[in-house]
């Protein structure tokens, strides 16, 4: 009887042990791709307030799993940032505004909030090529909401559905020059730099001072700060 308890002894311990296990913390850095695109605003007013003193620049980065962009406005009194989790397909936005730091975390395919969704979105590559901020690009042409244009992704990198916080997920490759509707304003950027960092793994998740509220919410506020309606 000892030594038939003896013999169970291993495999309990073993059974505990897989049982007791923790889900492996991200790593305490990433290689990522970044990139730092420049916004066109393609009207000259958003609500009372010119465009031209609105941020003019985007920086994003793209990993394996995950990708982050950031707009800081004016002398730093906001930031916008959305944290993709591209295995999920779920977005995060967190916003912090004069002191006040807020997030909503999206449902699983569901645009970030502020981001419009085109109707009738398509999009077919033409076959033509360009070099946009030193890297080699792929043209498509987009029809939408009654609008054509053309936009363009890149090949010189790869990772999973890169493109989940924008309206053309269904672009398998990094977008370098796009547009989109963001807090009822029709962005353009394009990027102007890439290169290749090692990041803290840290910037993907969401800091214990940020608060959680609704889609409504975080919308609301993301539209006073850019529309100033």
């Known amino acids: 009887m000892i030594r038939k308890h003896l013999l169970l002894y291993p495999a309990l311990l073993t059974i505990l042990l897989i049982g007791c296990r923790r889900t492996a913390d991200l790593p305490e850095t ?17 609500g009372d307030i010119p465009t031209r003193i609105l941020p003019g620049t985007m920086e994003a980065y793209y990993t394996k799993h995950y990708v982050y962009t950031r707009i800081d406005g004016f002398l730093n009194q906001f930031s916008l940032v959305q944290i993709a989790d591209l295995k999920h397909k779920r977005v995060t936005t967190l916003l912090s505004f004069f002191g006040s730091k807020v997030y909503y975390r999206g449902e699983s395919g569901e645009l970030p909030a502020g981001v419009a969704k085109p109707d009738h979105l398509k999009c077919k590559a033409t076959g033509e090529t360009a070099v946009i901020g030193g890297v080699s690009s792929e043209q498509l042409a987009v029809e939408a909401d009654h609008e054509r244009y053309n936009i363009y ?35 353009h950027l394009t990027c102007m730099e890439m290169e290749s960092k090692t ?24 539209n006073s700060l850019f529309t100033k309606d």
């Open 30 to 46: 990433m290689e990522a791709h970044y990139m730092v695109y420049q916004i066109e605003y393609l009207e000259e007013q958003a």
């Open 153 to 187: 992704s890149t090949k010189e990198f790869s990772i999973r559905r890169p493109n989940i916080s924008t309206p053309f997920h269904m672009v398998d490759d990094p977008l370098t020059d796009f547009r989109i509707e963001l807090s009822r304003l029709k962005i």
């Open 199 to 222: 990041i803290e793994s840290e910037i993907f998740t969401i800091p214990g001072d940020y608060k959680a509220v609704n889609r409504n919410a975080m919308e609301e506020i993301i």
